[in-house]
């Protein structure tokens, strides 16, 4: 390459933004890490873990939500948008670790819950103490039909009706989730405005963006219509099992973009920040928050490694698909886990979990981590008599409870896994004295070195982190695909069964490279050209020439 070839690329890399080359790694608070011995994380003990998650290379951390909370939802039910809950520290706490992160060289963003608030909010007291009060339009009110039938067949995510009805003022309010999280009235202005308020309250103090929680629940449908059942489901109607309908008007409504676009606007406002959304809608639908000339979100969350099975024609065909339908500049995602959904390594087995995060951080696009994916933390087995998610509660008989998922981070082989020195709010799984960072940091076969290398490599690879995508086929065994930037070029394959499997090229393709990481360790350096042999379970990065 020349030097004025160099110098080019060079250029073209400086006009990505932190959040398209870098890592996101995701912390469910009350479960990183306790420094003061209530069996709860918080936020010094997220400071105090800062050199770890330097150490492995990630660049941004995300917090799930630590505002003042009644914890009806673990902290998605806000009491208080512009304070921190005694659990997790003060706000001087707050301050220190936005301080130490940026020290770091690294980025930090905040859970946004816009759709709805605690009931224990001042707003929503003020709203529901009498039907004239000038906040009773900040929510969703109805009189509901006659003889007291409710307003529509709309159901909680949680599970039961979504309508609660208020004695004091005869009237029902909306909740799409617990009845302790009323919606927002986010059709009036005053609720805009004061939503942007809050925002503008941390952008100013520095962080450096939003994750929003249920961005495409916020706007519902005006006449509030039925939902129609969904075709696909399994549930009766008098089970009260949200998925029986199809949430059409509850959700998804196309002025939901205007809302977005304030948001990004406001966002915009403030130099290299960055707004996520939440959003679980088909890849169609999905790309639409990217917004009219890509001012709506920077990064529509992409699920689609999250809920798909783990197949590998479906899987190749997904990543295709979301490929074509990004809009001319949008950024693509990726997602393997997260708060709400089983671990990766539960969802698809151990032996698969490496090529999931090797699929994850060499795909097109931002990559996010859940906390402890890193070393194969899975979803741990909760007594029936120790659930405390209301969605678990709310639905026994479902086994869907998201407390597996969000247990204790295992750091160490001392008490409680080094995570508190009391009882932790949630049990620690029986291998934890085994499987935590510490023993895996001294062993180069772990699964935190692999993903330390992976995360390393792909830092030092434009190819990697910007380059461009290009499937190169896929079977019912594997997919295998190229990432390519200037004159650097990598083949990856990845085995999703089992079973050995072959690597054919098609159509008179070549490809001739070294591995320079693989699943496993021992092919590392070996050179490799056309027909290549897998192990089931195994993966390959391989650095074309």
Not at 16 to 40: M, T
Not at 234 to 244: F, G, M, Q, V
Not at 428 to 452: C, D, H, I
Request: hydrophobic share 35%.
């Amino acid at each position: 390459m020349t030097t004025e070839q160099t110098r080019t690329e060079t250029l073209n890399q400086t006009k990505y933004l932190w959040w398209q080359h870098g890592v996101i790694y995701q912390i469910y608070p009350r479960s990183f890490q306790d420094s003061n011995g209530d069996g709860v994380g918080d936020l010094k003990g997220v400071t105090s873990r800062l050199d770890y998650l330097q150490w492995l290379g990630v660049d941004c951390i995300w917090l799930s939500p630590i505002y003042p909370s009644p914890m009806a939802d673990f902290g998605y039910d806000i009491s208080d948008y512009r304070g921190i809950h005694p659990l997790f520290g003060t706000m001087e706490d707050f301050d220190e670790l936005l301080h130490e992160t940026h020290n770091r060289g690294m980025k930090l963003l905040l859970d946004l819950v816009p759709n709805h608030t605690s009931d224990q909010h001042p707003w929503f007291l003020e709203s529901r103490s009498s039907k004239d009060n000038p906040k009773r339009d900040w929510y969703i009110w109805h009189d509901g039909g006659e003889n007291g039938a409710l307003p529509n067949n709309w159901l909680s995510v949680f599970g039961g009706h979504a309508w609660e009805w208020d004695e004091q003022t005869q009237q029902y309010y909306y909740h799409a989730f617990l009845k302790e999280q009323p919606d927002l009235n986010w059709r009036n202005p005053e609720v805009q405005q004061a939503m942007l308020d809050v925002m503008r309250f941390w952008l100013d103090k520095g962080i450096d963006g939003f994750r929003v929680d249920v961005m495409w629940h916020m706007i519902k449908d005006e006449q509030l219509r039925d939902n129609p059942p969904s075709p696909d489901s399994i549930y009766n109607a008098d089970d009260l099992i949200y998925d029986h309908y199809n949430p059409v008007y509850s959700t998804d409504q196309p002025e939901v973009h205007d809302i977005v676009r304030m948001m990004r606007d406001l966002t915009d406002q403030y130099d290299d920040r960055v707004l996520i959304g939440e959003i679980y809608l088909p890849i169609q639908k999905l790309v639409t928050y990217y917004g009219l000339d890509n001012k709506g979100a920077h990064l529509p969350f992409n699920f689609q490694l999250l809920t798909l099975p783990w197949d590998s024609a479906r899987i190749a065909a997904a990543i295709d698909e979301y490929e074509g339908a990004l809009p001319v500049q949008g950024w693509p995602n990726w997602v393997l886990s997260n708060h709400d959904k089983p671990r990766i390594s539960s969802r698809i087995g151990r032996s698969q979990a490496k090529i999931a995060a090797l699929m994850l951080l060499t795909l097109r696009g931002t990559p996010t981590i859940y906390y402890g994916d890193e070393i194969g933390m899975r979803d741990v087995a909760i007594p029936i008599n120790e659930i405390v998610d209301p969605q678990g509660l709310n639905m026994p008989d479902l086994n869907v409870s998201r407390d597996p998922s969000r247990t204790p981070m295992q750091w160490s082989s001392e008490i409680n896994s080094g995570f508190s020195q009391n009882k932790p709010w949630l049990r620690l799984p029986y291998n934890s004295g085994r499987v935590n960072v510490e023993t895996q940091k001294s062993n180069p076969y772990s699964m935190l070195a692999f993903y330390r290398k992976l995360i390393a490599l792909r830092k030092e690879s434009a190819a990697l982190n910007i380059g461009a995508y290009s499937p190169v086929y896929s079977d019912q065994q594997l997919i295998s695909y190229t990432r390519e930037f200037g004159d650097e070029k990598f083949l990856i394959i990845l085995n999703l069964s089992h079973r050995p499997c072959y690597f054919k090229p098609r159509n008179n393709a070549s490809y001739k490279g070294t591995i320079v990481l693989g699943t496993e360790t021992e092919r590392v350096g070996m050179q490799v050209e056309d027909i290549i042999t897998l192990a089931g379970d195994e993966g390959l990065l391989i650095r074309l020439y």
